[in-house]
T-cell receptor, first 111, second 115 residues
C-alpha cells in the first residue's frame, strides 16, 4: 500500500508560535485529509485537500500532488491546538476507499 | 447535520470474551468504514461497506472479527474471542461515496481494553 510519512513526530511550542507540519506520500493520491485527534480520541476533519491551498482561520494547508507532499500551517498557536495531527491519503490507483494514515505529529502547546 | 455516532464509548473485557460495537453513519452516506487504531499509530482499515455489501475486508482478521451492515445504514463490528492485542480504539467513518476520493468523517470511537 501507499506509504505516508509525517514529520516531525513531536513538536513543542509556546503559545503564539507558528508551526509547519509535513506529510510525504509515496504514490499518486485523489484524497488527502488532515485531521486533529483530540485528547478524547476523536478525529476532527481539518482539511480535505488532494491538491492546492486552503485556509481556515489560523490553519492553512497546501498539497503539491506532483511532488507528493502536503504541509499544514498553524499560526499563533493556542493550548487548544494540542493533540495529534494526522495526514491520510487515498491511492489514486485503487478502486477501494481505504485511507492510509501516517503515524501523526504530536503537538504540545504550552501557555 | 448529525455526525457519525458510535457506542459504547468505552469497553473493558477479559480475553476470550466477546464484544460488539455499533455505528450509525451520517445520513445519506452510502459508504461505511471500520478502522482500528492501536496506541501510538495511525488508524488502519478493517472493513469497508458500500450500502450493505462488503467492498474491502482484506485486513479484517476473519477468524475472530466479523461485521455487518444489514440494511445499508448502521453497522455492527464484533470480536469473538478477544485477544490482548485487540486493545485499541475502533473508529467508524462514513463518506457519501468512495470512487473519486470522497471526504471521510469519523465518529468518536470506542476504546476497547482487553485484560
Amino acid at each position: 500500500g501507499i506509504q505516508v510519512e509525517q514529520s516531525p513526530p513531536d513538536l513543542i511550542l509556546q503559545e503564539g508560535a507558528n508551526s509547519t507540519l509535513r506529510c510525504n506520500f509515496s504514490d499518486s493520491v485523489n484524497n488527502l485529509q488532515w485531521f486533529h485527534q483530540n485528547p478524547w480520541g476523536q478525529l476532527i476533519n481539518l482539511f480535505y485537500i488532494p491538491s492546492g491551498t486552503k485556509q481556515n482561520g489560523r490553519l492553512s494547508a497546501t498539497t503539491v500532488a506532483t511532488e507528493r507532499y502536503s504541509l499544514l500551517y498553524i499560526s499563533s498557536s493556542q493550548t487548544t491546538d494540542s493533540g495529534v495531527y494526522f495526514c491520510a491519503v487515498r491511492d489514486r490507483g485503487s478502486t477501494l476507499g481505504r485511507l492510509y494514515f501516517g503515524r501523526g505529529t504530536q503537538l504540545t502547546v504550552w501557555p | 447535520e448529525a455526525g457519525v455516532a458510535q457506542s459504547p464509548r468505552y469497553k473493558i473485557i477479559e480475553k476470550r470474551q466477546s464484544v460488539a460495537f455499533w455505528c450509525n453513519p451520517i445520513s445519506g452516506h452510502a459508504t461505511l468504514y471500520w478502522y482500528q487504531q492501536i496506541l501510538g499509530q495511525g488508524p488502519k482499515l478493517l472493513i469497508q461497506f458500500q450500502n450493505n455489501g462488503v467492498v474491502d475486508d482484506s485486513q479484517l482478521p476473519k477468524d475472530r472479527f466479523s461485521a455487518e451492515r444489514l440494511k445499508g445504514v448502521d453497522s455492527t463490528l464484533k470480536i469473538q474471542p478477544a485477544k490482548l492485542e485487540d486493545s485499541a480504539v475502533y473508529l467508524c467513518a462514513s463518506s457519501l461515496l468512495y470512487g473519486q476520493g470522497y471526504e471521510q468523517y469519523f465518529g468518536p470511537g470506542t476504546r476497547l481494553t482487553v485484560t
